[in-house]
């Protein structure tokens, strides 16, 4: 950050609040993850025991063209989920940044509140209100709404419902940041230049909130990918996920080796994205008039 | 935050040193296994039954009775502990890690590879005050030649659960999750063995076949399930209770489990298949590197003893291949008798999963994954 005070001494003190970080990091990060690499090269023995070796097979069956369909399907669950926490998220990130007053903290705080509870316990119970006799069915019966009931489980959309519900506050944090970043006399002047509502959100609010918004989606989309309890709990015979195919690589396929490959194959994936959002995040700061912004 | 995407010559020069240095660290894995081996005692002579120390269990969540651990503790002064694990390949991990447990309770395939690696005790069944009460089922099963390795604690069979309010028309045969009146309120079990061997048993194979020809055609059989499928689960219980499914394959203690809660019992029936019934077990096993093996052996002889496994039965809902517990199921599902399946009577028709060798494993689970993801 040039201007703020950057001085060598200030820099030597800060830098030894780095160890016990930077150890942490390296023991429980870093470490585990150069197993899975190495496991990712080995085998499994008679036994079942997954061993340590050079071997490629594990690679080569990870590109076989049997799991381009699911990894397709990761990808297009993945997007429709950061598009729907798009959708859904701006608006609420909006009201709170703009409007919420004296109450925007409460009301952060109650959209955090849900995440207390384990994701999984929280899809269990979602399978529990939506299913065909479930709570919701029944109120629909009740009102009379339909007569047989709806079928929401076991299909994609509930997939998708899932994992929207899972993740979409890693969509409303960042654009409520950002928002709240904003200067609002910006949107005044937008209006005293006769702009619409529409109009200066579109070419006021929105590209400023950009960062916010590209921040939301990789939040959302890189763990949507790899997810596997929405597709296990909410999911029918068509929604097998990548999440899913390693998990069961582990706990019943007993084959550790291969489960490492795909981990690997998916993290390397999904670092491409990464790498473009931080590309496309350092240029904004390089240039912010050029990357669109004001 | 800005990124100097440039990095200079020195910094390049130094990350190519740790990632060489990084590369020799994961050489020095090679041949090695995830568990560093673990320390074995030099004595392996069968155990006995006698107190020798408190013992901590390693068991499936809420599937003792606690009151029987309670029991025993009072009896013979010493602390039965209970840590739970939820899949059996944790728990395998865990105790070839060094993990000391007293008892374990591993399905046959587990147990049998747990031997192969010398990691389970020997004993003498006739040391045991029950063990007369044991269904001959499980007499020098193929897991445990000798009969010295194990005790049975539950067993399942794998059949066909459904709704007779919705569904009409069913016949005893694993074709029954075709029946057109269940098409898309069907499921198949989440279980690579138990899917591939319900189609292996429609199309004649042997339950456990690794014939690829074979197993291409069984894997044709589930992809036409798949079109009456409504999920691939293992939930059961809660797919048959809260309506989602109206024909499951279903093992016979969740159908228990469903009965008891709804309002309807009666509308839910079971049925295993003309074809073959798989047979499923928990079993009780010691570990080399139990603190107190004879404790261990000696709670396990209490577990089987008749008035316990009635009153475990009762409790967790599951069969026991003992006396007591036969005739506590059979009290249990009285007005549903085609849930208490007798392993005694299923004669040839009784089959157990079986895959030791680790390229018919891989194969099968290549087959169930092509089932999954296509």
Request: proline fraction near 5%; include cysteine; glycine fraction near 8%.
């Given at each position: ?19 016990p970080?930077?150890?942490w ?30 071997g490629?097979?594990?690679?080569q069956?990870a590109?076989d063209?049997?799991y381009?369909?699911v ?20 608006p ?18 109650l959209?955090?509140?849900p ?19 479930g709570?919701v069915?029944?109120?629909?019966k ?13 299909t ?9 519900y899972?993740?979409?506050v890693?969509m409303?944090?960042p654009i ?16 005293d230049l ?7 959100f ?11 918004i ?23 015979p ?36 990464m ?16 990357a669109?912004g004001? | ?26 050489g ?7 568990e ?17 120390g408190?013992i901590l ?10 009151d029987?651990k309670?029991r ?13 694990f939820?899949?059996?390949e944790?728990?395998?991990t ?16 587990y ?8 990691l ?6 006739d040391?045991l ?7 001959s089922?499980?007499?020098k ?5 000798d009969?010295e390795?194990?005790?049975?604690y539950?067993?399942?069979t794998t059949g ?22 269940g098409?898309?309120?069907m ?18 194979w ?8 074979e197993l291409?055609?069984?894997?044709q ?27 499951h394959?279903?093992?016979n203690?969740?159908?228990v489990?469903?009965?008891n ?5 009666e509308?839910?029936?079971?049925e295993?298949?003309?074809?073959g019934?798989p047979?499923g ?15 261990a052996?000696k709670?396990i ?6 008035d316990n ?15 007591g517990?036969k005739?506590?199921?059979a009290?249990?599902?009285?007005d ?9 009577a299923?004669?040839?028709?009784g089959?157990?999963?079986r895959?030791?060798?680790?390229d ?15």
């Open positions: 950050m040039p201007g703020v005070a950057g001085d060598v001494s200030s820099k030597g003190f800060w830098s030894r609040f780095l160890l970080g930077g150890v990091l390296l023991l429980l990060f870093v470490v585990p993850i150069c197993l899975v690499l190495a496991l990712s090269f080995g085998y499994t023995d008679d036994l079942g025991r997954a061993v340590y070796s050079f490629l097979e594990n690679y069956d590109f063209p049997l381009i369909p990894l397709l399907r990761s990808i297009g669950f993945a997007v429709a989920t950061a598009a729907f926490c798009l959708l859904l998220g701006y609420i990130a909006y009201y709170i940044a703009r409007y919420g007053g004296r109450r925007k903290h409460i009301l952060i705080a959209l955090v509140i995440f207390f509870v384990n994701y999984l316990v929280r899809t269990y119970a979602w399978v529990a209100l939506l299913a065909d006799e709570l069915n029944s109120a629909l009740d009102l009379g709404l339909t007569e047989t009931g709806i079928q929401f489980v076991n994609p959309y509930a997939v998708v419902g899932g994992l929207v899972g993740y979409l890693f409303i944090l409520y940041a950002s928002l709240e970043r904003m200067d609002g006399s910006l949107i005044e002047a937008g209006k006769f702009g619409t509502p529409s109009r200066v579109m070419h006021v609010t929105l590209p400023q909130t950009k960062q916010g590209l921040a939301g989606c990789v939040l959302v989309f890189l763990p949507a990918v790899g997810d596997f309890v929405s597709a296990q709990l909410l999911g029918g068509d929604t097998y996920m990548v999440g899913n195919l390693i998990q069961d690589q582990f706990f019943a396929a007993s084959n550790w080796p291969f489960g490492s490959a795909l981990t690997v194959v998916m993290m390397l994936f999904l670092s491409i994205w790498l473009g959002y931080l590309r496309s995040a350092a240029r904004e700061a390089r240039d912010p008039v050029a669109g004001v | 935050m800005t990124l100097d995407p440039r990095l200079n010559r020195r910094q390049l020069l130094r990350a190519g040193a740790g990632g060489a240095l990084g590369l020799y660290g994961l020095a894995l090679n041949g090695c296994t995830v560093r081996p673990i320390d074995k005692p030099e004595s392996t002579a069968a155990i006995k039954p006698e107190i020798d408190d269990i390693y068991n499936w969540a809420q599937y003792m009775d606690p029987i309670k025993f503790s009072e009896k013979y002064g010493v602390e039965v502990n209970e840590v739970n939820d899949n059996l944790a728990m395998v865990k105790l070839r890690a060094g993990g000391r447990y007293d008892i374990i309770w591993p399905t046959p395939e147990a049998y590879r747990l031997n192969q690696e010398g389970l005790h020997r004993f003498n069944r040391s005050n029950n063990a007369k009460g044991i269904s089922f499980y007499d099963g193929w897991w445990d030649p009969s390795l194990s005790i049975p539950t067993y399942y066909i659960a459904w709704r007779n309010d919705v569904v009409s028309g069913m016949t005893g045969s694993w074709n029954d999750l075709t029946n057109p009146d098409a898309g309120k499921f198949i079990l989440d279980d690579f063995q138990e899917a591939i061997g319900e189609a292996n048993l429609i199309n004649g042997d339950l456990n076949t690794a014939d690829p020809n291409e055609i069984s894997k059989t589930l992809l036409d399930q798949k079109e009456y499928a409504r999920g691939i689960s293992t939930n059961s219980t809660a797919n048959l209770v809260n309506g989602t499914a109206v024909i394959q279903a093992w203690g969740d159908i489990n469903v009965r809660q709804v309002d309807n019992p509308d839910f029936s079971y295993t298949c003309e074809e019934v047979v077990t928990d079993l009780m096993c010691i570990p080399i590197t139990a603190r107190a093996p004879g404790t052996l709670f002889d209490w577990v089987i003893q008749p496994a009635a009153q475990n039965v009762m409790w967790n809902g599951y069969p026991q291949p003992v006396e517990g005739e506590a199921f009290s249990l599902v009285k549903e008798p085609s849930i208490d399946v007798k392993l005694e299923l004669g040839d028709g089959m157990e999963y895959l030791d060798d680790p018919d494993r891989a194969l099968w689970n290549q087959t169930w994954t092509e089932v999954k993801a296509s």
